[in-house]
């Protein structure tokens, strides 16, 4: 799931706020290098949220978690997989 995700995530960059050439993007990339400035952001966000049907909290948006394209890929995976999955508590 992580490289649809990935690859997904990345189309949002690039085609709601023209972040980046498309094949460049990979997990390292950090989207203040390709442009990605705070307004932009935001609409990247949403669109996440709208495409995978989450939602983000305020705590998630701060911290630098989201600062890069693997960091958004992990977060949506943690959010998008099914409850109790893991082995967690």
Not at 36 to 42: A, D, G
Not at 68 to 83: E, M, N, W
Request: hydrophobic share 40%; proline share 1%.
């Amino acid at each position: 799931m992580q490289d649809e995700t990935l690859w997904q995530i990345a189309s949002i960059v690039q085609q709601t706020a023209g972040g980046g050439d498309l094949a460049s993007l990979d997990r390292s990339t950090v989207l203040e290098d390709i442009g990605i400035n705070s307004m932009k952001r935001i609409r990247i966000i949403g669109q996440i949220e709208k495409t995978f049907g989450i939602e983000f909290d305020a705590d998630e948006l701060v911290g630098g978690r989201l600062d890069t394209l693997g960091g958004l890929c992990d977060c949506v995976a943690d959010k998008v997989a099914p409850r109790g999955a893991g082995g967690g508590v």
